[in-house]
């Protein structure tokens, strides 16, 4: 099971309108500050196109502050918007790492006041990645290419335990596959011949958490078993509970069973 510092997976947050911040279970403070444990990666996806609510472009805001607020010294943070067509577009991505303690074996109050800041900044800076203004310019929607430069950022990163946070509603719709109203599904078979072409990211590892997708009709289902199939081929882990609409809590656990 991966653990954080203090014995269990950090993402331990409420959120209905507005997002409440509970204590996860398990694990002392003291464990968390001492910085046992190996560091994590926190990887954010944004899917600004024009079929996202603005609702939803706030919730997300809200579930990264609260997110960026558990990082520790040594975690990174990274941001990517959704591609529009193809992979040949230039990404809009930013990656920081949360500075170190300027001594490993104590604490000291500059410390606190460097962390507080950096994630000050981090917030602020990130704030623009779920500002739902300026999106009629948006052309599509190419999840497909952008977890190939997820794929990138993890493995530049092996050391890090990584979670994708992605806040769309998955519906990829670009030239080739339109999800959208199941215009043009990929065909039976997509994802197989994909991985024997070498064709898709690699994601081993990679702990995913779907927030925004919708479940209650027979087109959402096969949208959803599209990439249930597709992230377990890519090697990454994506459990039925955690391909959500309008969550109410996250687990405390999303991935269990994955090794550091």
């Given at each position: 099971?991966?653990?954080?510092?203090?014995?269990?997976?950090?993402?331990c947050?409420?959120f209905?309108v507005?997002?409440?911040?509970?204590?996860?279970?398990?694990?002392?403070?003291?464990?968390?500050?001492?910085?046992?444990?190996?560091?994590?990666?926190?990887?954010?996806?944004?899917?600004?196109s024009?079929?996202?609510?603005?609702?939803q472009?706030?919730?997300?805001?809200?579930?990264t502050?609260?997110?960026?607020?558990?990082?520790?010294?040594g975690?990174?943070?990274?941001?990517?918007?959704?591609?529009?067509l193809?992979?040949?577009?230039?990404?809009?991505?930013?990656?920081?790492?949360?500075p170190?303690?300027?001594?490993?074996?104590?604490?000291?109050?500059?410390?606190?006041?460097?962390?507080?800041?950096?994630?000050?900044?981090?917030?602020?800076y990130?704030?623009?990645?779920?500002?739902?203004?300026?999106?009629?310019?948006?052309?599509?929607?190419?999840?497909?290419?952008?977890?190939?430069?997820?794929g990138?950022?993890?493995?530049?990163h092996?050391?890090?335990?990584?979670?994708?946070?992605?806040?769309?509603?998955m519906l990829?719709?670009?030239?080739?596959i339109?999800?959208?109203?199941?215009?043009r599904?990929?065909?039976?078979?997509?994802?197989?011949?994909?991985?024997?072409s070498?064709?898709?990211?690699?994601?081993?590892?990679?702990?995913?958490?779907?927030?925004?997708?919708?479940?209650?009709?027979?087109?959402?289902?096969?949208?959803?078993?599209?990439?249930?199939e597709?992230?377990?081929?890519?090697?990454?882990t994506?459990?039925?509970?955690?391909?959500?609409?309008?969550?109410?809590?996250?687990?405390?656990?999303?991935?269990?069973?994955?090794?550091?």
């Amino acid at each position: 099971m991966r653990e954080t510092r203090s014995g269990s997976r950090r993402p331990c947050l409420l959120f209905a309108v507005g997002l409440v911040a509970t204590g996860c279970a398990g694990g002392a403070a003291a464990d968390r500050e001492s910085g046992s444990g190996p560091a994590e990666m926190a990887i954010f996806v944004y899917d600004r196109s024009t079929s996202i609510e603005d609702y939803q472009l706030e919730l997300a805001r809200q579930l990264t502050n609260q997110r960026i607020a558990e990082l520790e010294h040594g975690d990174r943070i990274s941001a990517f918007q959704v591609l529009q067509l193809t992979l040949a577009e230039s990404p809009r991505r930013w990656s920081q790492q949360v500075p170190e303690r300027e001594f490993a074996d104590r604490a000291l109050a500059r410390d606190s006041i460097t962390l507080a800041r950096f994630l000050q900044d981090a917030r602020d800076y990130l704030r623009p990645f779920s500002d739902p203004a300026e999106r009629n310019n948006i052309d599509g929607t190419d999840l497909l290419s952008t977890l190939h430069d997820v794929g990138e950022e993890a493995r530049a990163h092996p050391e890090q335990a990584a979670t994708l946070y992605l806040f769309s509603d998955m519906l990829q719709s670009n030239r080739m596959i339109d999800m959208e109203g199941l215009r043009r599904m990929p065909p039976v078979g997509w994802v197989e011949n994909a991985l024997a072409s070498g064709l898709l990211p690699d994601l081993r590892g990679l702990c995913v958490i779907v927030v925004g997708a919708r479940m209650d009709t027979e087109a959402a289902q096969r949208v959803k078993g599209f990439w249930t199939e597709y992230f377990d081929a890519t090697g990454a882990t994506l459990l039925d509970e955690n391909y959500t609409h309008r969550p109410v809590s996250w687990p405390p656990d999303p991935c269990p069973g994955i090794q550091e």
